[in-house]
């Protein structure tokens, strides 16, 4: 796999003006159902994982027992370094793609590690760590590793929907653990999606049989929950019946489906492809704006909650002439959701020797002019 570091400095570059405002005014018009559920507050509670094999699990054909979440046993928790965090990240990338390179043999899933590492990322979400859920943003890939990353970029953004929502800690797990295995099934398909040309239908119509096939790798491997056998078959399913496979009653596809459906929407159109350049954040919350009957206007409202317009990560340029990175949201006041910036480059271009920060809380005359796109 590619380094973190060498994957994050890759990003390709255009500038485009935005309307912030308008998005927002338009979301809360639009997408406000009477009796949403209130943004659940951070736990700072981790659970322990309880491996029921410490010594035989992982190994092929081990026999383990399910894994459990046990709310009683507590630790105390805190945000790790950026250090911490990008290692995480390339742990949780790096065993997803050691799965998916079984996935064609039906290969064991090891369900005690995929519990330990989907559990590390919950609790660093919970208390608002904002550089791994950034890393969903500014990571970048080669070709070979983009069903691994993407696997985990869906993971953290769908964690943080299920946050919003009020998510329960073994419920936010479970949820993550279903978004991290939702696309093995793709893993057989990969060389047809990552084609620079357009699908024909024929091979569109081949590239559909990953959800089926998803579900069959997943029931082979018998630890994992009903609901993660569900996403992988439904997260293309969509309430206006326009995805696949179909489904005779929209209301039958399950709500972790529909949370990693649109999670899984959002990233793609973020993150470039051999045949497309990636969408700003922005444009991408437009696309889905545009076809909210098929998504449930109650998640799509928790996603620009929890990930606003400006994404932690992304980079903008100042009405200052300065370019900066957001590192921080502002979500109590929907009209100027960035609380913090780190100045990158001064108004006439330059590199800053000192690490420079602005705090947006307390100026009014700053704002966002335009948001740019990485370099890759």
Same mark, same amino acid.
């Given at each position: 796999?590619?380094?973190?570091?060498?994957?994050?400095?890759?990003?390709?570059? +255009?500038?485009?003006?935005?309307?912030?405002?308008?998005?927002?005014?338009?979301?809360?018009?639009?997408?406000?159902?009477?009796?949403?559920?209130?943004?659940?507050?951070?736990?700072?509670?981790?659970?322990?994982?309880?491996?029921?094999?410490?010594?035989?699990?992982?190994?092929?054909?081990?026999?383990?027992?399910?894994?459990?979440?046990?709310?009683?046993?507590?630790?105390?928790?805190?945000?790790?370094?950026?250090?911490?965090?990008?290692?995480?990240?390339?742990? +949780?990338?790096?065993?997803?793609?050691?799965?998916?390179?079984?996935?064609?043999?039906?290969?064991?899933?090891?369900?005690?590690?995929?519990?330990?590492?989907?559990?590390?990322?919950?609790?660093?979400?919970?208390?608002?760590?904002?550089?791994?859920?950034?890393?969903?943003?500014?990571?970048?890939?080669?070709?070979?590793?983009?069903?691994?990353?993407?696997?985990?970029?869906?993971?953290?953004?769908?964690?943080?929907?299920?946050?919003?929502?009020?998510?329960?800690?073994?419920?936010?797990?479970?949820?993550?653990?279903?978004?991290?295995?939702?696309?093995?099934?793709?893993?057989?398909?990969?060389?047809?999606?990552?084609?620079?040309?357009?699908?024909?239908?024929?091979?569109?119509?081949?590239?559909?049989?990953?959800?089926?096939?998803?579900?069959?790798?997943?029931?082979?491997?018998?630890?994992?929950?009903?609901?993660?056998?569900?996403?992988?078959?439904?997260?293309?399913?969509?309430?206006?019946?326009?995805?696949?496979?179909?489904?005779?009653?929209?209301?039958?596809?399950?709500?972790?489906?529909?949370?990693?459906?649109?999670?899984?929407?959002?990233?793609?159109?973020?993150?470039?492809?051999?045949?497309?350049?990636?969408?700003?954040?922005?444009?991408?919350?437009?696309?889905?704006?545009?076809?909210?009957?098929?998504?449930?206007?109650?998640?799509?409202?928790?996603?620009?909650?929890?990930?606003?317009?400006?994404?932690?990560?992304?980079?903008?340029?100042?009405?200052?002439?300065?370019?900066?990175?957001?590192?921080?949201?502002?979500?109590?006041?929907?009209?100027?959701?960035?609380?913090?910036?780190?100045?990158?480059?001064?108004?006439?271009?330059?590199?800053?020797?000192?690490?420079?920060?602005?705090?947006?809380?307390?100026?009014?005359?700053?704002?966002?002019?335009?948001?740019?796109?990485?370099?890759?």
């Amino acid at each position: 796999m590619v380094r973190l570091s060498e994957i994050i400095a890759k990003n390709r570059a +255009t500038a485009r003006q935005i309307q912030a405002k308008s998005l927002l005014e338009r979301a809360r018009k639009e997408l406000s159902p009477e009796g949403a559920k209130e943004t659940a507050s951070a736990k700072s509670t981790a659970y322990e994982v309880i491996s029921p094999d410490a010594e035989g699990r992982g190994q092929q054909g081990a026999e383990t027992s399910e894994v459990r979440i046990s709310p009683l046993v507590l630790k105390e928790a805190k945000v790790v370094s950026d250090k911490e965090d990008l290692e995480l990240y390339a742990e +949780t990338v790096s065993f997803m793609k050691e799965i998916l390179q079984g996935s064609g043999n039906d290969g064991f899933i090891d369900t005690a590690r995929i519990t330990a590492l989907t559990d590390k990322i919950v609790g660093q979400l919970s208390l608002n760590n904002g550089k791994l859920y950034s890393l969903a943003f500014t990571g970048d890939w080669q070709d070979e590793d983009h069903l691994p990353c993407h696997s985990v970029n869906v993971c953290i953004l769908s964690i943080e929907v299920g946050l919003g929502l009020g998510y329960s800690r073994p419920e936010l797990i479970e949820l993550g653990i279903s978004a991290l295995l939702h696309d093995i099934g793709m893993a057989e398909y990969a060389h047809i999606s990552n084609q620079t040309e357009k699908l024909t239908a024929e091979e569109y119509s081949q590239v559909k049989e990953h959800t089926d096939r998803g579900l069959q790798i997943l029931k082979k491997n018998g630890n994992l929950s009903e609901r993660a056998l569900q996403v992988s078959r439904q997260h293309h399913m969509r309430l206006d019946y326009s995805g696949y496979p179909e489904e005779p009653e929209a209301e039958s596809i399950d709500e972790y489906s529909r949370i990693v459906g649109l999670a899984d929407v959002y990233q793609a159109m973020v993150h470039p492809r051999p045949y497309r350049d990636r969408f700003l954040p922005l444009e991408a919350m437009r696309e889905i704006l545009a076809t909210k009957k098929a998504f449930e206007p109650r998640l799509i409202k928790t996603l620009i909650e929890k990930i606003g317009v400006y994404p932690i990560g992304s980079l903008v340029e100042l009405n200052t002439k300065e370019m900066a990175e957001v590192i921080e949201l502002n979500h109590s006041v929907h009209l100027r959701p960035v609380a913090k910036f780190r100045i990158i480059r001064d108004s006439d271009g330059g590199k800053l020797k000192l690490n420079k920060l602005l705090d947006m809380t307390a100026r009014t005359g700053i704002n966002i002019k335009k948001v740019m796109l990485r370099k890759r």
